[in-house]
């Protein structure tokens, strides 16, 4: 293009430019207080616009072009004021990255929520040995559901039992480790005998011809005054450590000094929960000297009472292996080692149960004792489950 085309076409540019900053002008002056319109004017004043019409200067010298710009540059009061306000506007927009901030951190808040099934894991001493097996916690806990079977039967099931996980060696077997009584009040609430209603049809705790019988007794002292439920537990928490080594689940039914779960709670909770049930007890026959243990066996009066029908040989053969699995281990047994008892434990299970006394007030019940119990009973479920 030659230099009278340039001029020219400057000349036509300078032309449109007037007109454009005459029309920004009054649109400025018209809608100043409109942000929009200020960003938009910012950006024409900082942009191509006002670079042409520099160009445009440099270029056509002494042109009346230069006048529009000398215009605008009186105008300029309200040009520049918009410009000024330009850079607070879109402030809004650089101060945008910190918004998001507080997004990023939602994620840190749900995290405390994520940590809280953590929670209950810590308070159960297994977890610190677990980790091993993947995702799946050492214990959670088990509580009783209304929904289930007999639930309704149960008057104290506030509490909740243990379910422990093997972390090696996994039988996926459950075995319900029932630490007789432990459960404060228990006693001065009765429960139905059977879930028939029907009255019961031996001696005992509670008398027979009895509806109803006691939730949970309190448990015989041994001679030197020690609680049955002390002794019963610490058993337990041995067999327990054994049968979580040999791979098996174990649900402690009472894992600690107390749980508020009846003895129809505690069975209901092992029928939903558990391949087994097996209480623990401590006779209280007034004998001076160590009986050995035996397992409440199911009086034939019972045999025809649903569930018993359909679970007595299952009960039977149970009580049969612990009995064998003391022998194997040297652990006294009593006659034949079964008696014939009618137990709220046994007329509502409905997976193989059994109550066994594995001694009575005259028995070792020292530390010693307790795991010779429990290497006992281990011993007789592994008979039970592999056969
Ligand atoms: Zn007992």
Redesign the pocket.
Known sequence: MNKRGTAALLLALALVLTGCLADRNTEDAAQVPSGDVLLTSASESGGDTEKTAEDVTGATGGLPVLDPTGGSASEAPTTPEPTTEAPTTPEPTTEAPTTPEPTTEAPTTPEPTTEEPTTPESTTPEETTAGEDGPRAASEEVYLDPDWQYAEESAINSGHAVLYYAQENRKDIVVGVNA??GTEGGSSVKTYCHPDHTPKVTGGTTEEGAIKAIAVSS??DFDDGTP?SRVTLKVAQYLRDMLLAKGYDVLMVRDGKDVQLDNVARTVICNHTADCHIAI??DSDGLGYDKGAYFMSVPGALKSMYPVSDHWQEHEELGRALIAGCRDTGYKVWDDGSMDMDLTQTSYSTVPSVDIEMGNQSSAHDDDACYEAAEALAAGIDIFFEN
């Open positions: 007789g009584h448990g015989m049955e007890h401590y």
